[in-house]
């Protein structure tokens, strides 16, 4: 995996401006902050940040990968003003379960979910080295 940084661009805080990667690819559906029960647990941000970051770890698990072959991430939010409120929060967690790997990243305000309470959804996409 080669993180793409142009000359002169300032580096971006939390994730990269691009990546490359080669290798099998691994797709993870949106995950929300349930548990493996579909049961929510709680209904803060940060918690539910938590459940979901869980479980796209056992899923990568599953197939054979790790946190740090994540190379792009989908994140979802039922407030984005919430989020940006509770960054250091949220950076602790996800460095707990994800480390100081920062893929490619995006995040986007939704206005709502599929699944009823959820306040968060993370996709990812992983790359297992050939």
Do not use: C
Request: hydrophobic residues 45%; aromatic residues 8%.
């Amino acid at each position: 995996m080669q993180v793409l940084q142009p000359p002169g661009w300032k580096r971006p805080k939390g994730y990269s401006n691009g990546i490359i990667a080669s290798g099998r690819t691994v797709f993870v559906a949106g995950q929300v902050g349930w548990d493996e029960q579909e049961v929510f647990r709680t209904d803060d941000l940060v918690g539910q940040i938590r459940q979901a970051l869980t479980n796209i770890v056992a899923i990568l698990a599953a197939g054979g990968a790790r946190p740090e072959h994540i190379v792009r991430m989908n994140w979802f939010l039922a407030d984005a003003a919430e989020y940006n409120t509770r960054l250091a929060e949220i950076g602790e967690v996800y460095r707990e379960l994800i480390g100081r790997h920062f893929p490619v990243m995006m995040a986007l305000q939704v206005a709502g979910f599929v699944e009823h309470g959820a306040k968060v959804e993370i996709e990812v996409t992983a790359m297992l080295p050939e």
